[in-house]
T-cell receptor
Framework: KAGVTQTPRYLIKTRGQQVTLSCSPISGHRSVSWYQQTPGQGLQFLFEYFSETQRNKGNFPGRFSGRQFSNSRSEMNVSTLELGDSALYLC?????????????FGEGSRLTVL | KQEVTQIPAALSVPEGENLVLNCSFTDSAIYNLQWFRQDPGKGLTSLLLIQSSQREQTSGRLNASLDKSSGRSTLYIAASQPGDSATYLCAVRPQSTDKLIFGTGTRLQVFP
């Protein structure tokens, strides 16, 4: 059974550009959540999607957005990139929007902003 | 506001030792607590999930306990091996916000 797949794994952008990251959840999983990991702030929750609807959102500026498609795949977008957006972006999936459900993470997309 | 703390921040032990990693959280109203390991530059691997109604979970050499009243969880690793070297993270899902909150992690090194 394939795990959570994130693409691309690595990417380099310059300030002011925008980036789109993709996440394919485990087959049968309908909930997808995104996290940002930096050395200074650790792991922080970005947003959660279930059945194509954003169900929860972290404390990030509006430059960070996302969406979920009918096949449960999700994308997140960061516009007008800043140096501080350099981070490992992790996606996790769970079977339902069960608050007690176990989360499974992908390998992440490492974004470097120059 | 829920805060999650992990002690120690780093740990270096010889192979074969039994280890205890600690996770503390300030708000006991949680849905569950999950332990993960992260290898350098990699994603998170789920180790154990403890529901709020449970006291402990076991998987192989790993045992995690949960004491909601004191806001603590411990991850016990028996007979540590060099392959256990990684960063261990705990995360709680508070009932107030339903947003997963991660601890700062414990970096473990097990040397032969």
């Amino acid at each position: 059974k394939a795990g959570v797949t994130q693409t691309p794994r690595y990417l380099i952008k310059t300030r002011g550009q925008q980036v789109t990251l993709s996440c394919s959840p485990i087959s049968g999983h309908r909930s997808v959540s995104w996290y940002q990991q930096t050395p200074g702030q650790g792991l922080q929750f970005l947003f959660e999607y279930f059945s194509e609807t954003q169900r929860n959102k972290g404390n990030f500026p509006g430059r960070f957005s996302g969406r979920q498609f009918s096949n449960s795949r999700s994308e997140m977008n960061v516009s007008t990139l800043e140096l501080g957006d350099s981070a490992l972006y992790l996606c996790a999936s769970s079977r339902n929007r069960d608050r007690a459900g176990e989360l499974f993470f992908g390998e992440g997309s490492r974004l470097t902003v120059l | 506001k829920q805060e999650v703390t992990q002690i120690p921040a780093a740990l270096s032990v010889p192979e074969g030792e039994n280890l205890v990693l600690n996770c503390s959280f300030t708000d006991s109203a949680i849905y569950n607590l999950q332990w993960f390991r992260q290898d350098p530059g990699k994603g998170l691997t789920s180790l154990l999930l403890i529901q709020s109604s449970q006291r402990e979970q076991t998987s192989g050499r790993l045992n995690a306990s949960l004491d909601k009243s004191s806001g603590r969880s411990t991850l016990y690793i028996a007979a540590s091996q060099p392959g256990d070297s990684a960063t261990y993270l705990c995360a709680v899902r508070p009932q107030s916000t339903d947003k997963l909150i991660f601890g700062t992690g414990t970096r473990l090194q097990v040397f032969p």
